[in-house]
């Protein structure tokens, strides 16, 4: 039984721990973007890619910290207008050409290019896009995101702020 309890507090120990040690974040500014997606049909909307101020990010790793909350901006934005049970992801970038570059290969999976081959002229090939994906846009002026401020934060909000 003691041997029971000193696990438990050895295990409670080291997760109070390990969440105080992921709070680590700094305020920064970037770029984000989001993609809703749905499993029920082939309709992909993606955002602009956005200009973001005062976002937490992760100090070591450079991942923005409460992403979830993000997501559910969009995926609240996208049940408004008549769209729900949308999967909905964003993407963060810290400069404007890693972001654009994170996505035009997301929209390149979704905008496929095929090779259609003429009876008459087999040796030529002709390149043309076909959307796999019915692909729609949301304008900034219809959706931005909003900057969040995590838990974490708010209960240590002594850390610093990158410029």
């Known amino acids: 039984m003691l041997m029971k309890l000193y696990k438990i507090a050895l295990l409670s120990i080291f997760l109070f721990t390990s969440l105080t040690l992921s709070a680590a974040g700094v ?12 499993f029920n049909d ?10 973001i101020s005062d976002v937490w990010i992760d100090a ?3 991942y923005l910290l409460s992403r979830d909350e993000y997501a559910y901006q969009l995926r609240d934005y996208m049940t408004k207008q008549g769209e729900p049970h949308r999967t909905c992801i964003v993407i963060f970038a810290d400069s404007r050409k ?3 570059k994170k996505y035009l290969a997301i929209k390149k999976k979704y905008v496929r290019q095929s090779k259609e081959q003429t009876k008459k002229k087999k040796k030529k090939a002709s390149t043309k896009k076909v959307n796999t994906f019915d692909v729609r846009y949301i304008e900034p002026s219809m959706f931005s ?3 969040v401020t995590p838990y974490e934060m708010t209960i240590a909000p002594t850390q610093t702020e990158k410029k």
């Open 27 to 38: 305020k920064t500014n970037g770029f984000i973007f989001g993609i809703a997606a749905s």
């Open 42 to 51: 082939s309709t992909v909307y993606f955002t602009e890619v956005q200009p």
């Open 60 to 62: 070591k790793q450079k």
């Open 98 to 100: 890693a972001i654009e």
């Open 145 to 147: 995101f909003k900057a």
